[in-house]
């Protein structure tokens, strides 16, 4: 979770230890969320790239980014062609993503689709964005946003909302149960469980 542009910069080997590869673990990265748009795309970009070089050694397979402006990602990209494999906008609260599509497609990125945000601010209609469902390379579930931050599975309005969702994905994406209390996480993940078996679905 690379949140902050500066901090993370600043991460050292105890922020960053040096025997994470040895987990046996699969990574992944979230870009900041105060990414200097202002100061112009190459100011990310390079911002992109210091980040880059400093989690090289975990080989993260894709980097999740809150959408900017329209039109940023395409000066991004120029910047930056060779980001367009590794990076996946998340539809937010602010963005659900719809008007950035036509750049998406044209740029060739992926999609975080976060389940929680979808449902908390009624976003629906991204799942009928042409060829939505191809683009989505990770997904991040909980029950919604709440007072408290993200709540349990328990709080999904519908889970078949979900089993509707992974019906509908190729089946090499990642899944991210993004919640942030250990107690409601465990039970989260039994619940998923559940559901997978009561759907009738694999999982590792």
Same mark, same amino acid.
Request: net charge negative; charged share 20%; aromatic share 10%.
């Given at each position: 979770m690379l949140l902050e542009t500066r901090g993370? #910069?600043?991460?050292?080997? @105890?922020? &960053?230890?040096? !025997? #994470? *590869?040895?987990l046996g673990l699969g990574y992944h990265a979230h870009l900041p969320l105060d990414l200097p748009w202002k100061d112009g795309p190459a100011a990310v970009?390079?911002?992109?790239?210091a980040l880059e070089q400093k989690i090289a050694? #975990? =080989? *993260? =397979?894709?980097?999740?980014?809150? *959408?900017?402006e329209p039109g940023d990602l395409s000066g991004l990209l120029r910047h930056r062609p060779g980001l367009s494999s590794r990076l996946w906008l998340e539809n937010t609260r602010e963005r659900d993503l719809c008007e950035l599509w036509d750049e998406i497609g044209a740029l060739g990125l992926g999609v975080c689709l976060d389940v929680g945000h /979808?449902?908390?601010?009624?976003q629906e209609r991204v799942m009928d964005l042409p060829g939505f469902f191809e683009r989505v390379r990770i997904l991040h579930i909980y029950g919604g946003e709440s007072e408290r931050g993200h709540a349990g599975l328990g709080q999904?309005? !519908?889970?078949?909302? #979900? =089993? !509707?969702? &992974?019906l509908r994905l190729k089946g090499d994406?990642? &899944?991210?149960v993004e919640i942030f209390?250990?107690?409601?996480?465990? =039970?989260?993940l039994n619940l998923l469980q559940? +559901? @997978?078996?009561? +759907?009738? /679905?694999h999982h590792d």
């Open positions: 993370c #910069l600043e991460y050292d080997e @105890l922020d &960053l230890p040096v !025997d #994470l *590869p040895g970009g390079d911002v992109i790239f050694f #975990l =080989r *993260p =397979r894709g980097y999740v980014l809150h *959408p900017p /979808m449902v908390s601010y009624g999904l309005p !519908d889970p078949n909302l #979900l =089993r !509707d969702i &992974l994406e990642t &899944l991210v209390s250990l107690e409601e996480l465990g =039970r989260s559940s +559901w @997978l078996l009561g +759907w009738g /679905m």
